[in-house]
């Protein structure tokens, strides 16, 4: 994945993205909708080293340590921030991010992490912040800088039952209903199938474009 610093638009994006793939790693997906009932539930063996391999895919330099205490705080603040993509609306998020901004984020801070990387924004208390601060303030900063643009909510759940991953909605469109392409195209065929089940005859085409 490239990382270049350079458009507004793509590093918050990347970080809205990140949070997404980390959300993904670290909050089990099944039905239950109960977030004390997600956290208690037995975790991959593999988790630590999923989430270490996201941070990496997303330019964070090694080595990449994360210790027992530290993960059990970005698990917290990954459940906290699905909320926010679970949020129906853009006045819901905005409330979401702000309550977990409040009392957590410091002042805008420029930096570079020593020449690192371009200048950017940062809400922690340093560059050495401890895992968890700086996960919540780089992503909520990034959801609220998406939601600022599109006054909408700035991401949500793959629509198809069998996935339910997270996404971020970009764009100026109507927001988004599948994760991917694979999970649109997997829901607009069993669509079509179930239609044809329930009326032996052809699944209108029309039906079939709307799944998108
Ligand atoms: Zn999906």
């Not at 530290?70 to 949020?87: C, G, I, N, S, T």
Request: aromatic share 4%; proline share 8%.
């Amino acid at each position: 994945m490239s990382h270049t610093e350079g458009p507004l638009g793509s590093s918050v994006h990347d970080a809205a993205q990140r949070a997404a793939d980390i959300i993904d790693v670290l909050v089990p997906r099944p039905d239950s909708r109960d977030e004390a009932a997600r956290l208690a539930m037995p975790r991959p063996p593999d988790e630590r080293q999923r989430l270490i391999a996201v941070l990496r895919a997303y330019g964070e330099p090694e080595p990449i340590e994360i210790s027992d205490a530290a993960l059990a705080a970005l698990r917290q603040v990954a459940a906290d921030l699905r909320e926010v993509f679970a949020a129906a609306d853009a006045a819901t998020a905005a409330g979401r991010i702000n309550a977990l901004l409040a009392g957590r984020a410091h002042p805008p801070r420029l930096t570079t992490h020593g020449g690192e990387s371009g200048w950017h924004l940062h809400v922690d208390s340093s560059d050495d912040a401890p895992w968890a601060e700086w996960f919540l303030t780089s992503s909520c900063l990034a959801l609220a800088v998406l939601l600022t643009e599109r006054q909408a909510p700035p991401g949500g759940f793959c629509g198809s039952l069998s996935c339910g991953k997270p996404f971020v909605n970009v764009g100026r469109g109507s927001a988004r209903r599948y994760c991917s392409p694979a999970c649109g195209t997997r829901e607009r065929v069993a669509a079509h199938r179930h239609a044809r089940a329930g009326t032996g005859a052809p699944a209108p085409s029309a039906a079939a474009e709307e799944a998108g």
